[in-house]
């Protein structure tokens, strides 16, 4: 029977350089000795653009279309291409031990996302658009104003406006890329988009040799990410935890915060009910009475409308505790008498909490406002990489787990995990600022960001709109009735989905081995503690009430699987410990995790991460034995789409470690000889 024997490494990029550029080449029937070749490519002025799609075996014999054959028309190709981006493909068959009678054909993919750039986009336009809403309100609040704080007020809001649109213009100049390569992370331009953002699919499909037909295929998941950080505006006073740590600009960015979150509770009631009469059976006044009873006891409006009472005039303070008196009287009674009365005194007193609320942030923000809302700026950006990223990978998981019991349970919970594995070292202090980067908006603001699908009539999932605040983000996701049909009811019908974080770090790289000797890894070890707290409380309330979501074997494995975690965790203390990130990397899979690896700029460290993951989900699932992991692993990262990724983004095919610094890493994450170069800077 003719097979595949491997695969082999085509020097491509000479061909892009030349003149015509190789627009595409195809051969249909394989023949003995003949190396395949898909490949569709585009020439740009400095670095060449890796094809759209590279495909290439080497064949021993003839071997038909159908041994080859990955099903390439299916479910992503129908409704996700434009998701999706160019794909960079590797394909191997590698036979298992003579006794499981087996061999797998593996198809490696790496995706480019088209969210890397219109989801930033998105997010500034809201945070315009929002910026834009305070200034009307404001300038409708002029009276009974001084006019210098007036101005000083509509001002800011103005210059806050323009900076936004000047930030979307540089933004779209960046966005004719199809993703953000490592170096251009320290540029301002493109700060709001994550850094070489790709999704990698394993798809494995087991043969039974003396039959040649499939007894099973699996598609695995990973994302991959630059560390969503503030790499334009370096790390001379370290990442966000510190900035907002335990100081005033701490202070002032949690308060704006709660003001923001109230300010959304408080236009959605305007929204809901200033149009509305009141239903006969009173269904619609209990609930208008009960988010004002909420409301008028919110220490936050209770605040803000204390001080707007205080800068008004005489006339304008009767006006809002008149306001508040009546509503004391409707509060005290159920029985409403007068349904319209209800109905203008919600629209009022919601109006007056409104204004208050954004005077009261445009105050909070005119103190040390230089200083301050450049704080602000980098949070934004750095929240708008997690954004992007995080929509990216449900996406991809819709796309590729749909049908997966255990992703469909975690819809109908609405709520997904997402676990980001970090390499990031804790020495110096630019990868420790980056540390605190993503803890700071991982940790704390993963949760702000749901997403809301709604059904199109269009045949390709896309990216509708972005709705609420900059803390209370709703991604609206247009899908095909075809794919909404597959999904949970409370997913048809609108319910929002949430997000449960998860984050972990390991440095792995000669800077950790410099940490440990200095004693510099508090700030791993905070991180991990934290994340194995979070992962068990997890575990506690949503895997356990859902067991029968998994597998026996998997859900039994649980608790001997997190007590191995905490005593690998204890080798960490002491030094490198790549056992701890397998541990982890495993355990986020039998919880159906949407998955994340990243280091700096996602490609060198990242690379040796998920190659090796891909060996450890071959030993684990797919009978690949213990012995063959070396080979294989060398193959992946000298020909697999890993490889492909140092060019896309550096113009070369070569991971950016010298021969130090290979020495340095854990065997398991050191490149094969002739893939590295000396010289080279690691991102």
């Given at each position: 029977?003719?097979?595949?024997?491997?695969?082999?490494?085509?020097?491509?990029?000479?061909?892009?350089?030349?003149?015509?550029?190789?627009?595409?080449?195809?051969?249909?029937?394989?023949?003995?000795?003949?190396?395949?070749?898909?490949m569709?490519?585009?020439?740009?002025?400095?670095?060449?653009?890796?094809?759209?799609?590279?495909?290439y075996?080497?064949?021993?014999?003839t071997?038909?279309?159908?041994?080859?054959?990955?099903?390439?028309?299916?479910?992503?190709?129908?409704?996700?291409?434009?998701?999706?981006?160019?794909?960079?493909?590797?394909?191997?068959?590698?036979?298992?031990?003579?006794?499981?009678?087996?061999?797998?054909r593996?198809?490696?993919?790496?995706?480019?996302?088209?969210?890397?750039?219109?989801?930033?986009?998105?997010?500034?336009?809201?945070?315009?658009?929002?910026?834009?809403?305070?200034?009307?309100?404001?300038?409708?609040?002029?009276?009974?104003?001084?006019?210098?704080?007036?101005?000083?007020?509509a001002?800011?809001r103005?210059v806050?406006?323009?900076?936004?649109?000047?930030?979307?213009s540089?933004?779209?100049?960046?966005?004719?890329h199809?993703?953000?390569?490592?170096?251009?992370?320290?540029?301002?331009?493109?700060?709001?988009?994550?850094?070489?953002?790709?999704?990698?699919?394993?798809?494995?499909?087991?043969?039974?040799?003396?039959?040649?037909?499939?007894?099973?295929?699996?598609?695995?998941?990973?994302?991959?990410?630059?560390?969503?950080?503030?790499?334009?505006?370096?790390?001379?006073?370290?990442?966000?935890?510190?900035?907002?740590?335990?100081?005033?600009?701490?202070?002032?960015?949690?308060?704006?915060?709660?003001?923001?979150?109230?300010?959304?509770?408080?236009?959605?009631?305007?929204?809901?009910?200033?149009?509305?009469?009141?239903?006969?059976?009173?269904?619609?006044?209990?609930?208008?009475?009960?988010?004002?009873?909420?409301?008028?006891?919110?220490?936050?409006?209770?605040?803000?409308?204390?001080?707007?009472?205080?800068?008004?005039?005489?006339d304008?303070?009767?006006?809002?505790?008149?306001?508040?008196?009546?509503?004391?009287?409707?509060?005290?009674?159920i029985?409403?008498?007068?349904?319209?009365?209800?109905?203008?005194?919600?629209?009022?007193?919601?109006?007056?909490?409104?204004?208050?609320?954004?005077?009261?942030?445009?105050?909070?923000?005119?103190?040390?406002?230089?200083?301050?809302?450049?704080?602000?700026?980098?949070?934004?950006?750095?929240?708008?990489?997690?954004?992007?990223?995080?929509?990216?990978?449900?996406?991809?998981?819709?796309?590729?787990?749909?049908?997966?019991?255990?992703?469909?349970?975690?819809?109908?919970?609405?709520?997904?995990?997402?676990?980001?594995?970090?390499?990031?070292?804790?020495?110096?202090r630019?990868?420790?600022?980056?540390?605190?980067?993503?803890?700071?908006?991982?940790?704390?603001?993963?949760?702000?960001?749901?997403?809301?699908?709604?059904?199109?009539?269009?045949?390709?999932?896309?990216?509708?709109?972005l709705?609420?605040?900059?803390?209370?983000?709703?991604v609206?996701?247009?899908?095909?009735?075809?794919?909404?049909?597959?999904?949970?009811?409370?997913?048809?019908?609108?319910?929002?989905?949430?997000?449960?974080?998860?984050?972990?770090?390991?440095?792995?790289?000669?800077?950790?081995?410099?940490?440990?000797?200095?004693?510099?890894?508090?700030?791993?070890?905070?991180?991990?503690?934290?994340f194995?707290?979070?992962?068990?409380?997890?575990?506690?309330?949503?895997?356990?009430?859902?067991?029968?979501?998994?597998?026996?074997?998997?859900?039994?494995?649980?608790?001997?699987?997190?007590?191995?975690l905490?005593?690998?965790?204890?080798?960490?203390?002491?030094?490198?410990?790549?056992?701890?990130?397998?541990?982890?990397?495993?355990i986020?899979?039998?919880?159906?995790?949407?998955?994340?690896?990243?280091?700096?700029?996602?490609?060198?460290?990242?690379?040796?991460?998920?190659?090796?993951?891909?060996c450890?989900?071959?030993?684990?699932?797919?009978?690949?034995?213990?012995?063959?992991?070396?080979?294989?692993?060398?193959?992946?990262?000298?020909?697999g789409?890993?490889?492909?990724?140092?060019?896309?983004?550096?113009?070369?095919?070569?991971?950016?470690?010298?021969k130090?610094?290979?020495?340095?890493l854990?065997?398991?994450?050191?490149?094969?000889?002739?893939?590295?170069?000396?010289?080279?800077q690691?991102?």
């Open positions: 029977m003719p097979v595949c024997v491997g695969t082999c490494q085509i020097a491509i990029k000479e061909m892009l350089h030349q003149d015509p550029v190789v627009k595409k080449l195809r051969v249909g029937k394989l023949e003995k000795g003949t190396v395949v070749i898909f569709k490519a585009k020439k740009e002025s400095k670095y060449p653009q890796v094809p759209d799609i590279v495909e075996c080497t064949v021993a014999d071997c038909t279309d159908e041994q080859m054959s990955f099903n390439e028309q299916d479910y992503k190709n129908t409704y996700f291409k434009d998701i999706l981006g160019s794909i960079n493909r590797q394909r191997y068959h590698f036979n298992l031990r003579p006794h499981t009678g087996k061999s797998l593996i198809s490696e993919e790496m995706y480019e996302m088209a969210t890397s750039f219109n989801i930033p986009a998105l997010y500034i336009r809201l945070l315009c658009e929002r910026e834009h809403t305070n200034m009307l309100v404001l300038q409708n609040m002029i009276e009974g104003f001084s006019e210098e704080i007036s101005s000083i007020t001002v800011s103005s806050k406006i323009t900076q936004y649109r000047d930030e979307l540089q933004l779209g100049s960046c966005s004719k199809a993703f953000k390569r490592s170096e251009w992370k320290g540029q301002g331009e493109c700060k709001w988009a994550p850094v070489n953002l790709h999704a990698q699919i394993l798809e494995v499909n087991t043969v039974v040799q003396k039959t040649n037909l499939s007894c099973g295929r699996d598609q695995h998941c990973i994302m991959t990410a630059g560390a969503m950080a503030g790499h334009w505006d370096k790390f001379k006073n370290g990442g966000l935890s510190s900035i907002f740590g335990k100081n005033r600009d701490g202070e002032k960015f949690a308060e704006r915060m709660e003001k923001y979150k109230v300010l959304q509770k408080v236009e959605d009631m305007l929204e809901s009910y200033s149009n509305n009469t009141i239903d006969a059976d009173k269904k619609l006044a209990k609930d208008i009475i009960s988010d004002l009873i909420s409301l008028s006891k919110e220490p936050v409006t209770r605040s803000a409308m204390e001080g707007l009472q205080r800068t008004l005039d005489q304008k303070q009767l006006e809002i505790i008149t306001l508040s008196a009546d509503l004391e009287k409707i509060v005290k009674s029985k409403v008498s007068n349904k319209d009365t209800l109905s203008a005194i919600c629209r009022k007193y919601c109006l007056h909490a409104q204004r208050a609320l954004i005077w009261s942030i445009a105050q909070l923000e005119l103190d040390n406002r230089e200083h301050f809302l450049g704080q602000l700026n980098r949070f934004e950006a750095c929240f708008s990489q997690l954004l992007s990223a995080t929509v990216s990978g449900l996406i991809v998981n819709l796309c590729f787990r749909h049908r997966q019991l255990v992703f469909q349970q975690q819809l109908t919970n609405m709520l997904v995990p997402v676990m980001f594995e970090s390499l990031l070292s804790t020495h110096p630019d990868e420790s600022g980056m540390l605190e980067d993503m803890q700071f908006v991982i940790q704390n603001h993963l949760q702000d960001i749901s997403v809301q699908l709604e059904r199109t009539t269009e045949d390709q999932v896309s990216i509708s709109k709705t609420g605040t900059q803390f209370d983000v709703v609206v996701v247009a899908v095909p009735g075809e794919v909404m049909d597959q999904l949970p009811d409370n997913v048809k019908s609108g319910g929002r989905i949430r997000f449960y974080p998860l984050f972990f770090t390991h440095g792995i790289n000669e800077q950790q081995t410099i940490a440990y000797k200095i004693g510099e890894t508090s700030q791993q070890d905070k991180i991990c503690e934290q194995m707290d979070d992962l068990q409380k997890y575990i506690d309330e949503h895997i356990t009430p859902n067991m029968e979501c998994f597998d026996f074997a998997v859900y039994n494995n649980l608790v001997p699987s997190m007590e191995r905490r005593n690998l965790y204890k080798d960490t203390k002491r030094s490198k410990c790549p056992d701890f990130i397998v541990q982890a990397e495993q986020g899979r039998d919880l159906g995790c949407v998955r994340f690896t990243s280091c700096k700029s996602a490609k060198d460290r990242t690379g040796m991460s998920v190659t090796y993951e891909y450890n989900i071959l030993v684990r699932d797919h009978e690949l034995d213990q012995e063959d992991v070396t080979p294989l692993l060398e193959q992946f990262r000298r020909d789409t890993r490889y492909h990724n140092t060019f896309k983004n550096i113009g070369s095919y070569k991971y950016c470690f010298n130090l610094q290979c020495k340095m854990p065997s398991i994450y050191r490149p094969p000889q002739g893939t590295f170069g000396d010289g080279a690691q991102t």
